[in-house]
């Protein structure tokens, strides 16, 4: 069992904008740089014929919970590191999926920025049983994140409710676009840096059997 914090590394690469005008950045959800577990919960990687790419990641386990607030030191983290070249304000679009034990218990997601809840991005919610995208929030507004300067910020997605599957992950300027309705854009591939993919488990994460050795 994990507790605390626990985070794996396993990519080093970053999304490039597209430079078309519509500021374009599309992740596949298990292309993340860095998947954090806290308390009892992470994000796993799961095999689904019918997610793009037939892979997604799933908040697990599924135990009813939903972290409405405080859910930065509370749930699991996803990390996307974006090369940023345009500015302004950012729609986010969200290719989801409420597969927990009930619908109304597993629809809901929340969307930062470098490590920080973004109140605009929080609480992404309108999905169902069939992968779908969804660019609603549960304020009655569309989710947004807003990029000050160009360059390198890292977009994270927290579980909100546990069983939810986040399947890609779109970012646009453009107010009109619906991957609902149009054609995924052609986007730049990640691009990977020099450092090699690392992986780094803390022992003192690690909860073990009474009587077994603590690894070193």
Same mark, same amino acid.
């Given at each position: 069992?994990?507790?605390?914090?626990?985070?794996?590394?396993?990519?080093?690469?970053?999304f490039?904008?597209?430079?078309?005008?519509?500021?374009?950045?599309?992740?596949?959800?298990?292309?993340?740089?860095?998947?954090?577990?806290?308390?009892?919960?992470?994000?796993?990687?799961?095999?689904?014929?019918?997610?793009?790419?037939?892979?997604?990641?799933?908040?697990?386990?599924?135990?009813?919970?939903?972290?409405? !607030? %405080?859910?930065?030191?509370? $749930?699991? @983290?996803?990390?996307? &590191? =974006?090369?940023?070249?345009? /500015?302004? +304000?950012?729609?986010?679009?969200?290719?989801?999926q409420?597969?927990?034990?009930?619908?109304?218990?597993?629809?809901?997601?929340h969307?930062?920025?470098?490590?920080?809840?973004?109140?605009?991005?929080?609480?992404?919610?309108?999905?169902?049983?069939?992968?779908r995208? !969804? %660019?609603?929030?549960?304020? $009655?507004? @569309?989710?947004?994140? &807003? =990029?000050?300067?160009?360059? /390198?910020? +890292?977009?994270?997605?927290?579980?909100?409710?546990?069983?939810?599957?986040?399947?890609?992950?779109?970012?646009?300027?453009?107010?009109?676009?619906?991957?609902?309705?149009?054609?995924?854009?052609?986007?730049?591939?990640?691009?990977?840096?020099?450092?090699?993919?690392?992986?780094?488990?803390?022992?003192?994460?690690?909860?073990?059997?009474?009587?077994?050795?603590?690894?070193?």
């Amino acid at each position: 069992t994990l507790l605390g914090t626990t985070t794996i590394q396993v990519s080093t690469a970053d999304f490039q904008q597209s430079t078309d005008g519509n500021g374009f950045v599309l992740m596949e959800a298990e292309q993340f740089s860095a998947n954090t577990a806290q308390g009892q919960h992470r994000w796993d990687g799961i095999t689904d014929g019918d997610a793009s790419d037939g892979a997604a990641m799933q908040a697990t386990p599924d135990l009813d919970v939903n972290n409405n !607030s %405080n859910f930065v030191t509370a $749930s699991p @983290r996803l990390d996307y &590191t =974006i090369n940023f070249t345009e /500015t302004g +304000t950012h729609y986010v679009w969200v290719l989801g999926q409420a597969a927990g034990s009930a619908t109304g218990t597993s629809d809901s997601v929340h969307v930062g920025l470098d490590g920080a809840a973004v109140n605009t991005a929080d609480r992404i919610s309108n999905f169902n049983r069939d992968y779908r995208w !969804s %660019n609603g929030t549960m304020d $009655s507004a @569309r989710a947004t994140l &807003t =990029i000050d300067a160009p360059g /390198t910020h +890292t977009l994270n997605l927290w579980m909100r409710e546990d069983g939810f599957v986040a399947d890609a992950i779109l970012l646009t300027t453009d107010p009109n676009f619906d991957p609902n309705r149009d054609p995924l854009p052609d986007v730049p591939a990640p691009t990977p840096d020099t450092l090699a993919p690392t992986a780094s488990l803390q022992a003192s994460d690690l909860v073990l059997p009474e009587g077994s050795a603590q690894p070193y």
